[in-house]
Nanobody
Framework: VQLQASGGGLVQPGGSLRLSCAAS????????MRWYRQLPGNQRDLVAG???????NYADSVKGRFTISRDNAKKTVYLQMRSLEPEDTAVYYC???????????????WGQGTQVTVSS
């Protein structure tokens, strides 16, 4: 199982970006999907998560500005980010709990990370 994240970049304060993360490989089922972010030297912090049924949850710092969604048919999770602030600058990682179709084992997988820079 692999996760491929995309959509990061440089944006001015107040701007928007949309991150995508597509899962591929021997997937039987994907459970919760999440986005984390990390600054150099810091721990990876949860930004938003979404259940298989589409119920979202958010870190307080992004509530009202970020929206997480998923397309189960495409095995993809999205993070729409609006009203971006310099404090949102970080490497963003997607994360998914999935069952491998070959082994039927459930484990957590990580994408490679995509840089988001908010600066004027």
């Amino acid at each position: 199982v692999q996760l491929q994240a995309s959509g990061g970049g440089l944006v001015q304060p107040g701007g928007s970006l949309r991150l995508s993360c597509a899962a591929s490989g021997s997937i039987f089922r994907i459970n919760d999907m999440r986005w984390y972010r990390q600054l150099p030297g810091n721990q990876r912090d949860l930004v938003a998560g979404i259940t298989t049924g589409g119920s979202p949850n958010y870190a307080d710092s992004v509530k009202g500005r970020f929206t997480i969604s998923r397309d189960n048919a495409k095995k993809t999770v999205y993070l729409q980010m609006r009203s971006l602030e310099p404090e949102d600058t970080a490497v963003y990682y997607c994360n998914a709990e999935a069952m491998d179709s070959r082994t039927l084992s459930i484990r957590t997988y990580w994408g490679q990370g995509t840089q988001v820079t908010v600066s004027s």
